[in-house]
């Protein structure tokens, strides 16, 4: 079973909306750190986003800080990223990860401090 599983992703104009959705059905245990990250053509993977799955507090990076909000249905176990105010800077490809310790304990900026990705949804954004 694939671990992580994200869908959502799609084409909108600046100024428009998406929710982002990750299906963590293929990992066992609650309290892991879950990050959104994106990577945009040429440039680095930037997380967007983190929360320990089950609970705990929520990171943003500064650019979608306001915008963007990360949320999660512990029954059906899925995370959510929801973006509003779109602009064409967010284009890029947007990645779930989920790390094996909570996000208190691990750097959740850090690509490497996550364990399982998913495979990747596709955000492009018009102007």
């Known amino acids: 079973q694939v671990p992580l599983v994200e869908s959502g992703g799609g084409s909108v104009e600046a100024g428009g909306s998406l929710r982002l959705s990750c299906s963590v059905s293929g990992l066992p245990a609650s309290n892991r750190c879950m990050g959104w990250f994106r990577q945009a053509p040429g440039k680095e993977r930037e997380e967007v986003a983190a929360t320990t799955f089950g609970g705990g507090r929520t990171y943003y990076v500064d650019s979608v800080t306001g915008r963007f909000t990360i949320s999660q249905d512990i029954p059906k176990r899925m995370l959510y990223l929801q973006m509003n105010s779109l602009s064409p800077e967010d284009t890029a490809m947007y990645y779930c990860?989920?790390?094996?310790?909570?996000?208190?304990?691990?750097?959740?900026?850090?690509?490497?401090?996550?364990?399982?990705w998913g495979q990747g949804t596709q955000v492009t954004v018009s102007s």
């Open positions: 990860a989920a790390a094996e310790r909570a996000c208190i304990w691990i750097d959740v900026g850090r690509p490497d401090d996550y364990n399982y």
